[in-house]
């Protein structure tokens, strides 16, 4: 199993607080259609914090700079 991975904190970075996720409207979680069944997921763009704002640094979670992972999203390219 592995461990849940931490998404910075975008007010630690930016100094405001991410925007509510569009994915999923700030809930969390997103609604899909299994065949009849209606399932519920963890959002995959906000990881379930219902916030989301793409990094500042990066596009994908690399540093453009170095190619090391982004120190200002940790690899994650999105803060919440
Ligand atoms: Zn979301
Ligand atoms: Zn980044």
Redesign the pocket.
Same mark, same amino acid.
């Given at each position: 199993m592995l461990a849940t991975p931490t998404i910075i904190d975008a007010i630690t970075v930016t100094g405001a607080h991410a925007l509510e996720? @569009?994915?999923?409207? @700030? @809930? @969390?979680t997103?609604t899909y259609m299994h065949g009849p069944y209606e399932h519920t997921r963890e959002?995959?763009?906000?990881?379930?914090?219902?916030r989301?704002l793409p990094c500042p640094a990066c596009s994908d979670g690399t540093s453009p700079d170095t190619g090391d992972t982004c120190p200002t999203c940790e690899g994650f390219a999105a803060l919440i």
């Open positions: 996720c @569009g994915e999923c409207e @700030g @809930g @969390g997103v959002c995959d763009t906000c990881h379930g914090t219902g989301h």
